[in-house]
């Protein structure tokens, strides 16, 4: 008899793994409590992010997540927005250029394609910029998507394979038969299946507990603010210095200093600025992100994180000043101890896809995987690196998490 998957949380991990799922022939099932992308999926400036991925697990399936998307682009009904154009980190002053160097040295040798493009180059690509940008690093591979339109393709090609995918229907727990997950409990009543898929982002942990399964994933908000669509001017993705102390990757450089990637009004333990910048195909461009950890999860956008944003913006893009600003928002973004995500089988027929930080780039990858895993086959990357009793390190809450 044909397996029933039934798969928590319509983001980009679980679209995925109900499109790969369907497609190998299992009959799936995907409950998503809200509406498809309500998630972090759904409120992301859509970066695929290569360039600053740690060496390991968390590039290579970056790197083949990257490429699938061509082949989606191909299959899904209806398409989606995918613009291959490279992104960029761009420095202002003489020492974090030195740092720059160093990175891009060091992003070779794990054999990814990083160059320095000068100041001039900078500026023809992000035409706002101000004027004394020095340089940046850039990565061809990068990419922007607007992750609504990957995770309703996915969705829409999840139906065309037969999946049964439910918006409005949320999983209250999970059905055990003694050790075994044999089905959720809905808040429209029990669903059998084969095998459960908890692919609910920040909201996973929650949903094992009920098990009695501690998993450390933690929560950081993030928050981004749209103009109202203005002519195409920024083709690639954009990062500023600010970002780059989020990374490990540029911490452990031997010139790092943070003060050099530091503005006063930052603080650790309040907000922090990814800088960032994106312009999508309608022409808004997304402004981001102010970083904090609030206790509770939280989607709301404040006071402090849009002024953070203003502030860093209208000193790096003084061409954007006076733009007609739209709307903004925050979502919650799943990361654990070492920003690798859990991708296993984690009781007999309970598998968890979660804890991602760089889900544009893993998702759709992390789908193929959990779906393979499903069907009791050799997945096609090796998982020691994302298996649950790797060892996981407690999430402090409140802290900073550098990815
Ligand atoms: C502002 C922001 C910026 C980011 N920037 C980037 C970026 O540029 N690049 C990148 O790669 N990543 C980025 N991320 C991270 C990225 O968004 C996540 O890695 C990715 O979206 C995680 O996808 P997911 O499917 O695991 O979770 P989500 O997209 O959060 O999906 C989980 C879904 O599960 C549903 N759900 C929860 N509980 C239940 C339940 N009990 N029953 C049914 N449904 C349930 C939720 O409603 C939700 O729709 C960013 C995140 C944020 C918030």
Partial sequence: ???????????????????????????????????????????NP?????????????LEVSL????????????????????????????????????????VAARRAHGLEVELIDGAEVRRLVPPI??????????????????????RALAAGARAEGAEVREGVGVDALLLAGDEVVGVVTDEGPLEAD???????VWSRGLLAGLGIDVPI?????????????????????????????????????SWDAGLFTAGYEDERAIEMLLLLAQRE??????????????????????????????????DFPGLRNVPMNRA???????????????????PGLFLAAGHVFGNAAGPMTGRLIAQLVQGQEPEMDLSEARFDRGLAPIELGAAARW
């Fill in 1 to 43: 008899m044909t397996k029933h998957v039934v798969v928590v949380g319509g983001g980009i991990v679980g679209c995925a793994t109900a499109y790969f799922a369907a497609r190998d022939g299992l009959r799936v099932t995907l409950l998503e409590r809200r509406e498809l992308a309500f998630g972090a999926s759904g409120r």
């Fill in 195 to 201: 095998a459960v898929v908890v692919a609910a982002g």
């Fill in 329 to 347: 928002w925050a979502g919650s973004l799943p990361y654990t101890a070492d920003m690798v995500p859990v991708i296993d089988e984690v009781r």
């Fill in 218 to 254: 933690g929560h950081e908000r993030l928050q981004v603010l749209a103009t109202d669509p203005l002519p195409p001017s920024i083709e690639a993705l954009v990062y500023g210095p600010l970002a780059t102390k989020q990374y490990q990757l540029f911490r452990e450089l031997p």
């Fill in 282 to 315: 309608n022409g808004e461009i997304l402004m981001g992100c102010p970083m904090d950890y609030p206790e509770e999860i939280d989607l709301r956008p404040t006071l402090a994180g849009l002024l953070a944003t203003a502030r860093a913006v209208s000193e």
């Fill in 64 to 103: 083949r997540g990257r490429a699938l998307y061509p082949e989606l682009l191909e299959e899904l009904p209806g398409g989606f927005e995918f613009r291959p154009n490279g992104g960029l980190i761009y420095f202002n002053t003489p020492e974090q250029g030195t740092v720059f160097e160093e990175f």
């Fill in 46 to 58: 859509g970066f695929v992010w290569l360039h600053c991925r740690n060496p390991g697990f968390a």
């Fill in 130 to 151: 101000r004027e004394d940008v020095l340089g940046a690093s850039f990565c061809p591979l990068d990419a922007q998507i607007t992750t609504s339109t990957v995770v």
